[in-house]
C-alpha cells in the first residue's frame, strides 16, 4: 500500500488492472519505498509497454490466456465440428499462356502495391548467428536475401511505372528485439540497396509475457523479481503493428491496393511475385495464400477446406503440427501421408500472402489487428495442472483470414516448387536427417535451388543447358545446375527474359554465369568456364561467342570444420575461382562482347 500511493496515476491503473485480474503475486516480495526505486520503475515501463503494444492491454492479453490456457487443459479440439477437404485453386505452370498473362497484369498491379517482410524470427531451427535477411542466398555474387528482395522490389518499380512518373513501392519490415538493430545496421551499411530510406519502414513487434499456470498468472524472471519474462508471439504481429502503426492508412490515401506479406529467407519467392500478384486483380481476391505441392510431413502448413456441422466454410492454413491429428480424427486414420501423386493432397502454404488493402483495412478497423491465437504448454504431467517451463500465449499470420466473413474472396495460387519456394530453415544436422525425398530447407538447398530454376527457365527460354549432376554437401544430395544468376531487374519476368536471349546458346554443367546488369542481350553464346557480366544500367551490352575457360570448381566444406566462415559451413560447399573472364562496363553506350 505504501508504494501504491507513490505511483504516478498511469502506474496506479496498470497495478489495479493486474490486481484485479489475478497478478497479486507479483507484487508479493517488494519492499518498502525507498529500496529499489529504480527497479520498481523499470517494472512499470515494461508493464506499461506490454499493456500498450498488445491490441486490448494486457487485460485482454490475460483474459485471453485464461481461455486459451482452459481449452487447452480440457482437451478441447480448435477444428471441432469441422471437417477438412482439399480445396481448389489457381494452379499456374511456368511459362504457360496464362501464367505470362498473369505476369504482365501483376507487374502492372505492383503501382498500386506494398510490401511487408516479416523479419522478426530468430531462426533458431537454422543455428545461424547473424540475422537472417543478412545471409547470402547464394555465394556466386554473394547477394543476401534483403538485398535481393529489395533489389526485386525496385525492379518491379521500374517496370511497372514504364513511361509514368516513377511511384515508390514501400517496403515495411517487421523486426524483434533480436534482430532489430542488425536489420538497421545492414540498410545503412549499404545505403539501403537503391532505396529511398523514407521507402522503408522498419516496424519492431515486442515479445508477450509468459505465463507460470493455467491462471496465466504473469511469470517474473527468475534472476531479476522486477522483471517479467517475455517470449515471442509470433508472425501473426504485423497485422496489429501495421494497423496501429498507421502505415495502412497512409497506403490506403497514397492510393495503393495491394499489400504482400512474405518471409525472411526465400531465394526463389520473387520468381512468383508477379504472377500471384497477376491472379489476385484478375480473381479479385481480397486473401491470394501462395502455396506449392507438399509432402506429407514437410514442416510447412496445409491449405485446407474447412467445413463446419452448422455450415459455415473456410480456405485456410493447417499448421503442420496439426495436420495430422486433424485428419487422423476426421476420417483419414493415415493421417497426414501422400497420395498416388507422391504429393500430400494438401496444397502447401508458404506465408506469402497478398492482402486487398481496401478490405483489409475494413477487417482490421473491427479487429485491431488482433489475429486468433493459440497456445502450447509444456504439462508436467497428464494431470495438466503445472508446465515445465512457462509459456505464451503466439499467433501466426497466416491466420488472418479465420475472423472473415464467408463473403470474403479467400482464394490461392499453387505453383511449382522449383520456382517459388527454397527457404532457408534448417541447419546442416537436421536437413540431413530429413526423410529422403522431402525438401532439405537448408543454406545448401537453398542456393541450388536458386541456380536450378535459372537454369530451368533459361532452357525454356531455348538455351541447351544439360541434366543436373547429384552431388552430396552435408550429408544431402542436391541436383546441381550450371551457377546461373541474374540482377532481378535482369530478368523480373519471363518475357524480359525471352526478350534477351536469342540464337543459338549452351551453358555447359561446370559452368559459373553472373549476369550483373540490366540491358545485357545473350545472343549465340558457347559458355564453359566462367563469366561474369558486370554493366551499368545504360550500358547496352551484347553477349556472344565462345568462352571457354577453366571456370569455378565446387569444393566440399563440412559443416563442423571452424576454419571455414560461417556463411560456407552450413551450405557444405564454396567454390575456388580458377579461372573467370570478365566483362565489365561502367559507361553509358552500345557494346560488344566477343571474346
Ligand atoms: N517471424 C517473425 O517475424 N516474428 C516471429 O515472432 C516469428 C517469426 P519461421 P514457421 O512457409 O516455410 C511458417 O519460424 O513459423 C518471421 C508458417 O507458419 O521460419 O515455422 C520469421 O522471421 C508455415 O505454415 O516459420 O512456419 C520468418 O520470416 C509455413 O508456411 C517467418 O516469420 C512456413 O512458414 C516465418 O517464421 C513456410
Known sequence: ADNFNLLSPQQQDVSKMLLENGQSHLFNDWPPPGVDDDHKKAFFDQIIRLDSSYPGGLEAYIKNAKRLLADSKAGVNPFDGFTPSVPTGETLTFGEENFIKFEETGVQEARKAAFVLVAGGLGERLGYSGIKVA????????????????????????????GESQTQIPLAIMTSDDTHGRTLELLELNSYFGMEPTQVTLLKQEKVACLDDNDARLALDPQNKYKIQTKPHGHGDVHALLYSSGLLKAWYDAGLKWVLFFQDTNGLLFKAIPASLGVSATKQYHVNSLAVPRKAKEAIGGITRLTHSDGR????????????????????????????????????????????????????????????????????????????????????????????????????TVMETWLAYAPVKNNAEDAAKVP??????????????????????????????????????????????????????????????????SGNCSISQNSTLAIKGQKVFIE??????????????????????????????????????????????????????????????????KFSFKP
Open 135 to 162: 545471409l547470402p542466398a547464394e555465394t556466386t555474387t554473394e547477394t543476401c536475401f534483403l538485398q535481393n528482395y529489395i533489389e526485386s522490389i525496385l525492379a518491379l518499380q521500374e517496370a511497372s511505372s514504364q
Open 313 to 412: 466454410s473456410m480456405v485456410i492454413n493447417v499448421e503442420y503440427n496439426q495436420l495430422d491429428p486433424l485428419l487422423r480424427a476426421s476420417g483419414y486414420p493415415d493421417g497426414d501421408v501422400n497420395s498416388e501423386t507422391g504429393f500430400s493432397p494438401f496444397p502447401g502454404n508458404i506465408n506469402q500472402l497478398i492482402l486487398e488493402l481496401g478490405p483489409y483495412i475494413e477487417e482490421l478497423t473491427k479487429t485491431g489487428g488482433a489475429i486468433q491465437e493459440f497456445v502450447n504448454p509444456k504439462y508436467k504431467d497428464a494431470s495438466k495442472t503445472s508446465f515445465k517451463s512457462s509459456t505464451r500465449l503466439e499467433c501466426m499470420m497466416q491466420d488472418y483470414p479465420k475472423t472473415l466473413p464467408p463473403s470474403a474472396r479467400v482464394g490461392f
Open 436 to 501: 529422403k525425398g522431402n525438401p532439405y530447407h537448408s543454406a545448401t538447398s537453398g542456393e541450388m535451388a536458386i541456380y536450378r530454376a535459372n537454369s530451368i527457365i533459361l532452357k525454356k527460354a531455348g538455351v541447351q543447358i544439360p541434366d543436373p549432376e547429384l552431388k552430396v554437401f552435408n550429408g544431402q544430395e542436391v541436383e546441381v545446375w550450371p551457377r546461373i544468376t541474374w540482377k532481378p531487374k535482369w530478368g523480373l519476368t519471363y518475357s524480359l527474359i525471352k526478350s534477351k536471349v
Open 524 to 589: 549465340n553464346l558457347s559458355l564453359d568456364g566462367a563469366l561474369i557480366i558486370d554493366a551499368v544500367d545504360d550500358a547496352e551490352v551484347n553477349v556472344g561467342g565462345s568462352v571457354k575457360n577453366n571456370g569455378w570448381s565446387i569444393e566440399n566444406v563440412n559443416y563442423k570444420d571452424t576454419s571455414e566462415p560461417e556463411v560456407l559451413r552450413i551450405r557444405g560447399f564454396k567454390f575456388n575461382k580458377v579461372e573467370q573472364q570478365e566483362a565489365k562496363y561502367s559507361e553509358p553506350g
